[in-house]
């Protein structure tokens, strides 16, 4: 946003925004619009490269593949000829992410053990190409509550014409927190636990049945109220 719309803004901690959120939006709203980068952030906005004139999901896509041949292959030391494996877990995950992975199904798709699999996924999420959320005090080697993508822009160059915006919003609010939070399974209703103690939701809009025990990450609305906080804040986090 600061970018593109030429401003300045400071990053706030999770805490502020929390408790502060809805003097900070009517701050930033009284100044410029973030309402108007948000979905083009979301589209093609975490990578740098979105300001050349290139094509955009081709470039995503290279990048993609070469963090699959460094990141993973070369980092992780595995043989050239198990690119083809990981290219079709990476596939397969994306377009169903968020979900819970099948790994009896994952394995016998792309023909490898469940073990591998479970070590796949990791590499993947050491390679900034997905997330890993798990139940509070479980991680690797565990079995994952849900796989998100990385962050949001990853979803439009493999299925364009498919990509589900509650996916999308859910993805940019696990990335734009994973930097200084932690995050887990969320309680009843909940889609995240953050730091143990608070539940979020994370919504289209405000037309929803409040949950007093819950937060709610709010995508069309410019200033939040209460636990209802807008989608587009948690951007400045960083």
């Given at each position: ?59 995503l ?10 990141d993973v ?12 494996k ?30 591998t ?24 080697p ?63 809009n ?28 948690f951007?400045?986090?960083?």
């Amino acid at each position: 946003f600061n970018l593109m719309s030429g401003n300045s803004f400071p990053a706030y901690t999770f805490g502020e925004i929390l408790v502060d959120h809805q003097e900070i939006a009517k701050g930033i709203c009284s100044v410029g619009k973030p309402m108007a980068y948000f979905q083009d952030y979301l589209h093609h906005g975490f990578y740098p490269f979105f300001l050349e004139k290139r094509n955009f999901s081709e470039n995503l896509l290279k990048t993609m593949n070469m963090m699959l041949e460094v990141d993973v292959l070369y980092i992780k030391q595995i043989e050239q000829s198990y690119l083809p494996k990981l290219r079709k877990l990476l596939y397969l995950l994306a377009t169903s992410a968020p979900c819970t992975p099948n790994v009896s199904q994952l394995s016998k798709d792309i023909e490898t053990s469940r073990a591998t699999v479970m070590n796949y996924i990791k590499y993947l999420a050491d390679a900034r190409l997905m997330n890993i959320l798990y139940p509070v005090g479980e991680s690797f080697p565990k079995k994952p509550s849900k796989v998100y993508m990385y962050n949001s822009n990853l979803m439009y160059p493999i299925r364009p014409m498919e990509v589900n915006m509650q996916s999308v919003r859910e993805s940019f609010f696990y990335n734009q927190l994973l930097k200084d939070n932690k995050l887990n399974e969320g309680g009843k209703n909940a889609h995240f636990l953050v730091n143990g103690m608070h539940n979020f939701r994370i919504e289209e809009n405000m037309k929803v049945k409040n949950n007093p025990d819950l937060y709610y990450a709010i995508d069309k609305v410019e200033v939040g109220e209460g636990n209802m906080i807008p989608l587009w804040l948690f951007g400045f986090l960083y």
